[in-house]
C-alpha cells in the first residue's frame, strides 16, 4: 500500500486523547481504497494543552479533515473559523474539513444517529423518547431527536444537575419539543417510543443502567455502546422481546457522514460497515 502514497495524497485523521483505539483509521482507509482514492487517515494522539497548536498545524500542513474525539469536541470550537449551526447547538463538532485553510466543523454524530434510526424503521418525529445519560454523547442526540421533531424526550442522569443543565441548554433552540430533567422512575412509568442509553455503563462493567422489566412498552432500544456488542441492557431487551439495536450504526453513519463531508461524495457504507463488525466481533 505503500507504494501508491504519491505527492498528492491526502491526508486526514482523528485528533484526541487517547486515540489508539480508534476504529476510524480502519474504516476510513478502507472506505479510501474501495474508491481508489489518494488519500490516507491516521490517528494523531493530541493533548488538551496542544490544541491550538494542533489545528494551526492542520492549516499549516495542508491536512484535508479530521474527526474529533474525546476531550476535544467542545474546546476545538474558537480555534475553527465556521460551525454549522446545529454544532453550535450542541455545543460539540466531531468532524472537521480544511478548505483552502478555511477549517470548518460539524456533528456527524448527531446526523449519523438519526440516520441509523431511519434504518431500524424509527423515526423520532411525534415520539416519546427517553434518553439515558447527560454527556457529551447525549447532548449531541438529545439535540438531534429534538431537531428531527420529538414531541417528548425524558432526560435521566446519575447526576441530576447535569441533565437539568442539559435539558435547558438545548431546549431554547427547540421549543416545540418537551425536555424534561427526570426521575429513573418517571421513566420506569412511562410508555416509550423508543429508549436510548447514552451512558457507560455496560461498557466498561456488567451492570445495566436500568432494569427493562420494571418499564412499560418500549418500542425500540438503542444502546450507543458498540464494545462489547452486546451490553447486558441489550441482551435483557433480547430476553423480553424488546427490538434492539447497539451503537454499530451511529459509528457506522456518523463515519459516513464525515466521509461525505469532506469528499462530497457517497460513503461506501458496505465497505466500512464489514471493516468495523470485522473489529468489534
Ligand atoms: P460521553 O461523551 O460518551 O457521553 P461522558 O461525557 O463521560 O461520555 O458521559 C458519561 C455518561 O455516563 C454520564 O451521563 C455519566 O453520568 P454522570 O453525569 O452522573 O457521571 C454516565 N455514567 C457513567 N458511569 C455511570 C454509572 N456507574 N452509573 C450511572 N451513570 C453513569
Given amino acids: 500500500m505503500t507504494e501508491s502514497i504519491s505527492g498528492a495524497t491526502l491526508i486526514y485523521g482523528v485528533i484526541g486523547d487517547p486515540v489508539r483505539h480508534s476504529f476510524s483509521p480502519r474504516m476510513m482507509n478502507a472506505a479510501f481504497a474501495s474508491l481508489d482514492m489518494d488519500a490516507r487517515y491516521l490517528a494523531f494522539p493530541v493533548k488538551s494543552e496542544n490544541i491550538q ?3 494551526a498545524g492542520i492549516r499549516a500542513l495542508n491536512v484535508s479533515g479530521v474527526n474529533v474525539t474525546v476531550p ?10 465556521e460551525v454549522t449551526p446545529l454544532a453550535e447547538k450542541i455545543g460539540a463538532v466531531n468532524t472537521i474539513s480544511n478548505v ?24 423520532p418525529q411525534n415520539k416519546t423518547i427517553a434518553l439515558l445519560g447527560a454527556g457529551g454523547s447525549a447532548r449531541a442526540l438529545l439535540a438531534g431527536l429534538a431537531d428531527a421533531g420529538a414531541s417528548r424526550v425524558l432526560v435521566h442522569n446519575r447526576t441530576a444537575e ?10 431554547q433552540y427547540f421549543p416545540e419539543t418537551k425536555l424534561e430533567s427526570v426521575s429513573l422512575q418517571s421513566i420506569h412509568e412511562t410508555p416509550l417510543d423508543l429508549l436510548v442509553n447514552t451512558t457507560t455503563v455496560g461498557m466498561v462493567s456488567t451492570e445495566s443502567p436500568l432494569d427493562l422489566a420494571q418499564c412499560q412498552n418500549i418500542g425500540l432500544l438503542v444502546d450507543i455502546i458498540y ?6 441492557l441489550l441482551r435483557q431487551a433480547e430476553e423480553l422481546g424488546i427490538a434492539s439495536a447497539n451503537g454499530v450504526g451511529m459509528l457506522l453513519y456518523q463515519g459516513c457522514d464525515a466521509f461525505t463531508f469532506w469528499t462530497g461524495k457517497q460513503a461506501p457504507e458496505q465497505v466500512m460497515r464489514e471493516q468495523l463488525l470485522s473489529l468489534i466481533e
Fill in 100 to 123: 483552502q485553510g478555511c477549517l470548518t466543523g460539524t456533528n456527524t454524530d448527531y446526523s449519523g444517529f438519526i440516520r441509523s434510526l431511519k434504518t431500524l424503521n424509527c423515526s
Fill in 72 to 81: 476535544h469536541k467542545s474546546s476545538v470550537i474558537p480555534h475553527l473559523d
Fill in 227 to 232: 464494545s462489547p456488542n452486546q451490553t447486558p
Fill in 162 to 171: 447535569r441533565a437539568e443543565k442539559l435539558v435547558s441548554d438545548i431546549s
Fill in 53 to 55: 497548536d494542533a489545528l
